[in-house]
């Protein structure tokens, strides 16, 4: 259960509506997640609400390798809304159960292609070890060159930051 209530429409700001209405138009929703915490921050939330659109829908990768990604990273922070989210997602990109079992055990799944394994490498070994070895960049850049590992990173860090954000706020599964 999150320790945040939502915001009762008739108690928001003018700014606190403004993201409401933001996150609506972009989430067709407006509560739960990531989003209630960001109305006690509505300028910060417009930030984060624009960069989770853009994290979510607007990045260069495969909608199975951005799911790989983002299950790799709520896996890492052990946060249970955005593992369920996500594995639905990632069911619905074709990855499979075995797969994303594996990725919640942290054992090494067996995956379909090669970029949704490298995917996984990356976001495992940068969430691990706070770097990423020579080796695995160099596979990186030759398999997704630098504007999809641009995005890549992109989308670990503020999955990461999400993650924490909700688990600070103790946010459970939807």
Known sequence: MSRLKPIAAADMDADQVRLRDAIQTVWQRSTGGPFDQ???????GLRANALTEY????TKLEFD???TAILTTAAHWDQP???TTHVKNGLAAGLNQDMIDAIKARRAPVFATVEQSLAHDVAREILETHKLSA???AR???IFGEPVLVDLAAVIGWYASLAVQMNIFDVGAS
């Open 65 to 67: 390798v951005l799911e």
């Open 140 to 142: 990186a850049i030759a």
């Open 135 to 137: 080796d695995t960049y």
């Open 38 to 44: 960001w109305y006690l921050s509505p300028d910060m």
């Open 81 to 83: 809304y955005a593992w």
């Open 55 to 58: 994290c979510r829908w607007k």
